[in-house]
């Protein structure tokens, strides 16, 4: 603390701003949460899911700003800014209808957890988060795939392989 108290003098506008902008208040989601497998319908989302539920109101009072979609219900309610439908569905089934997914900004919020979850690290939060990225940005979403340098390694591997038998066939012709 006391640290901090002499580094202020020292402190520029330039820096001050960008801590005020995301520094200060930057708020790292939750790669987990155990209300996962309990608050996500897992059956697979009908083709037009994401097409659909862009343009859906409100299904509490037909509000249409800023909606969430309830991932267990797949319902849309609109937000604490606009009438609150969202927070009142959750507080009517708080264990098992807490995480809703933003048509805004697709960020996940966790209503039990108070925090925003981490889609890419919690796959089952990826189809209906896929769905809608596709339906609002006209292309899919792109995951990490971990396994994929394996993969051009299997392949160069097999390539020498084959070059092998092929250089030893021509040779005895
Ligand atoms: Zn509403
Ligand atoms: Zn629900």
Same mark, same amino acid.
């Given at each position: 603390? !006391? @640290?901090?108290?002499?580094?202020?003098?020292?402190?520029?506008v330039?820096?001050l701003?960008?801590?005020?902008?995301?520094?200060g +208040?930057?708020?790292e &989601?939750?790669?987990?949460? &155990?209300n996962? &497998?309990?608050?996500?319908? /897992? %059956? &697979?989302?009908?083709p #037009? +899911?994401?097409?659909? =539920?862009?343009? #859906?109101?409100c299904?509490?009072?037909?509000?249409?700003g800023?909606n969430?979609?309830?991932?267990?219900?797949?319902?849309?309610?609109?937000?604490?800014?606009?009438?609150?439908?969202?927070v009142?569905?959750? #507080?009517?089934? /708080?264990? !098992?209808?807490?995480?809703?997914l933003s048509l805004? @900004?697709? %960020?996940?919020?966790?209503?039990?957890?108070?925090?925003?979850?981490?889609?890419f690290n =919690?796959?089952?939060?990826?189809p209906a +988060?896929?769905?809608v990225?596709?339906?609002k940005?006209?292309?899919?979403a792109s995951?990490?795939?971990? %396994?994929?340098? +394996?993969?051009?390694?299997l !392949?160069e591997?097999?390539?020498d392989?084959?070059e092998? /038998?092929a250089?030893?066939?021509?040779?005895?012709?």
């Amino acid at each position: 603390m !006391s @640290d901090f108290a002499s580094a202020r003098g020292d402190i520029t506008v330039e820096e001050l701003l960008a801590a005020q902008e995301g520094g200060g +208040f930057q708020i790292e &989601p939750l790669t987990e949460s &155990p209300n996962v &497998p309990g608050s996500v319908d /897992p %059956s &697979p989302l009908p083709p #037009e +899911f994401g097409a659909t =539920i862009l343009h #859906e109101p409100c299904s509490s009072c037909g509000d249409i700003g800023e909606n969430w979609v309830c991932l267990k219900t797949r319902k849309t309610y609109c937000s604490r800014y606009r009438k609150g439908c969202a927070v009142k569905h959750f #507080e009517a089934n /708080p264990a !098992s209808h807490c995480i809703h997914l933003s048509l805004s @900004d697709l %960020s996940v919020w966790d209503h039990n957890l108070d925090a925003y979850l981490d889609v890419f690290n =919690i796959p089952a939060l990826q189809p209906a +988060f896929a769905a809608v990225h596709l339906a609002k940005f006209g292309e899919p979403a792109s995951f990490p795939t971990p %396994s994929s340098s +394996f993969t051009i390694n299997l !392949s160069e591997t097999n390539d020498d392989d084959e070059e092998k /038998p092929a250089a030893a066939a021509a040779k005895g012709t």
